[in-house]
């Protein structure tokens, strides 16, 4: 990543260290970076901000082309013309990602492929080359396609389809100009019990045997009660969740607080990472 401009897909089940190499890159590296996601969970969780705040893209699908084709008339679609138009990007904005050398987007299973190209425009538009991908920032994307999967609308679907295979990332026309190194991660470090992380495998994999359902099974307490300690229940609803959480909550010694978030300033220059010493 520090030595070349490649685009990186870096991927690995649960637990083999892609999010403690997201840190540790962003620790170390000499280059101007900012970390995206799909969602704000998953931003938080990254510590970045999300996709569609950062570059300042309407919700609905894009269009990689300058005018809407017909069938897209009418919907909630955008394209180059109507983004750089409707939703321009201040002078700030603009100096932000002029600015950047990389892009960390953390669980790109999630990313659409338009929303990428339309990532693309808003890098080229802003930094003035046209003909490299991303302006001529490298891009690193982290994340497990056996994760969430990107959604889409029928009707967004029957639009989209014309330009891409899928809607999963990888078939970005952003991407199928430059290409990308694919690096796969294939050390699980979160567990250290090598019939657990067996067990999980199978599941990831649908190849579940009557041994690893018995072993789990081995495990279960439908007495315990759900309040106790060290108690894990998994429900099919956030409501009940949700109940449980509170419950525990309300057991819990002390006063409760509660705090309202404010804003002094809105200053998109926070969004980037600068390396150490640079002005």
């Not at 260290?17 to 970076?33: D, I, N, P, Q, V």
């Not at 956030?238 to 909550?249: G, H, R, S, V, Y």
Request: charged residues 20%; aromatic residues 8%.
């Amino acid at each position: 990543m520090n030595s070349t401009g490649r685009h990186v897909f870096l991927t690995g089940k649960a637990g083999t260290g892609k999010t403690t190499f997201l840190h540790a890159l962003a620790a170390s590296t000499h280059k101007r970076f900012i970390i995206l996601a799909p969602t704000g969970i998953a931003a938080l969780n990254a510590k970045g901000v999300t996709i569609h705040s950062q570059f300042l893209l309407p919700f609905g699908a894009f269009v990689p082309e300058r005018t809407l084709p017909p069938e897209a008339q009418g919907g909630a679609f955008t394209d180059r013309h109507t983004l750089a138009s409707r939703h321009p990007l201040n002078a700030v904005r603009r100096q932000v990602l002029r600015e950047v050398d990389l892009l960390i987007i953390d669980e790109v299973s999630m990313l659409r492929a338009d929303l990428l190209d339309a990532i693309d425009y808003r890098m080229r538009a802003a930094k003035g080359v046209q003909h490299k991908s991303f302006g001529g920032a490298q891009v690193l994307l982290i994340g497990d396609l056996y994760q969430l999967p990107p959604v889409v609308k029928d009707a967004e679907w029957q639009v989209m389809k014309r330009w891409y295979k899928s809607a999963h990332f990888f078939e970005a026309r952003a991407l199928a100009q430059d290409g990308y190194a694919h690096i796969e991660l294939d050390k699980i470090f979160r567990q250290q019990d090598g019939d657990f992380i067996s067990i999980l495998n199978n599941f990831r994999n649908n190849t579940v045997t009557g041994e690893d359902v018995r072993a789990l099974n081995a495990h279960y307490r439908p007495d315990a009660s759900q309040s106790a300690e060290g108690v894990i229940t998994l429900t099919t609803h956030n409501a009940k969740a949700d109940a449980i959480n509170q419950e525990a909550l309300a057991k819990l010694p002390g006063e409760l607080f509660g705090f309202n978030a404010g804003c002094k300033a809105n200053s998109p220059r926070a969004c980037i990472h600068f390396p150490r010493g640079w002005n």
